[in-house]
């Protein structure tokens, strides 16, 4: 299985052809999303799908460092990105180093995602110098959830559209390889697909990016009361899972699970 490079990702996007990104946050799912997907993506999203916050503001540095260190175990090929959280990067440029640095170093991170334009356009250029690659994320960030008022489309406006092309150009110059449009209307998105030559990965962005992402408890139907128009649900699994410890649950009440093949004897060889 040839490894995913960040040559890759870039190549892929000259060649035309489309980059699939998901979450995980563990070992076991990234073990299975490895061979299928070119980037995993831990990320800060852990925050509301495992921990059960309102956002991800909460989340810490050392809860992505655990969790990307989880991913990484399960991960062989494909290319691992990690968030950074809420105040990992916003204080300085050199307090985001070293926090990039840390999900290098500690997670086995091979690039980093951050979410601003031109606010943190230092920030990528001095984590790009020190050979941390770097992936943008404009547009609707949840980071940014009390100046959004909430976790709405942006960009609808003539003004907020110029601004977020201001961002993603913003990003592309300072040097990073890729960028996340999140949640703005499908023509801004493929009119910035077109303009910048670092890929473009899409979540509620239309078709039109060079690569799509999806958190995986959104795709899989682990959290069935979540469901925004930009996500589709490409399994059901809650109701499978209830129904497998239901009847775990059933069997051990009754008295029929452990059965004989599922137990130790002294008599065994
Ligand atoms: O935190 C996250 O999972 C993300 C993706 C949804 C892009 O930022």
């Given at each position: ?46 925050g ?44 300085s ?6 926090n ?106 239309g ?38 410890v ?24």
């Amino acid at each position: 299985m040839k490894k995913v490079t960040l040559l890759d990702i870039k190549r892929m996007k000259q060649e035309g052809r489309k980059i699939v990104m998901i979450t995980a946050y563990d070992y076991p799912f990234a073990k299975i999303f490895d061979p299928i997907v070119e980037i995993i993506l831990v990320g800060d999203s852990l925050g509301t799908v495992l921990y059960g916050y309102d956002t991800t503001l909460p989340v810490t540095m050392e809860d992505m460092i655990r969790h990307t260190k989880a991913a990484e175990a399960g991960r062989e090929r494909s290319f691992l990105v990690s968030d950074m959280p809420f105040m990992s990067f916003q204080v300085s440029p050199s307090a985001a180093v070293e926090n990039a640095c840390r999900l290098v170093k500690e997670g086995g991170a091979e690039a980093v995602k951050l979410e601003g334009g031109v606010s943190v356009f230092e920030t990528i250029v001095k984590m790009t110098s020190f050979d941390i690659p770097v992936m943008g994320h404009v547009g609707l960030t949840p980071q940014s959830i009390h100046r959004m008022g909430g976790y709405r489309i942006q960009g609808k406006e003539k003004e907020a559209r110029s601004k977020i092309i201001e961002d993603a150009r913003a990003v592309e110059e300072a040097g990073a390889f890729s960028i996340v449009l999140e949640g703005i209307p499908a023509e801004l998105a493929s009119e910035i697909t077109k303009e910048l030559s670092i890929p473009t990965i899409g979540i509620g962005a239309g078709s039109g990016c060079d690569g799509q992402v999806l958190v995986m408890h959104d795709i899989l139907g682990l959290l069935p009361d979540f469901k925004p128009k930009f996500v589709k649900r490409y399994a059901e699994l809650a109701p499978l899972v209830e129904q497998a410890v239901r009847e775990f649950a059933e069997e051990v009440r009754k008295g029929d699970f452990p059965g004989t093949e599922h137990t130790f004897y002294l008599t065994e060889n």
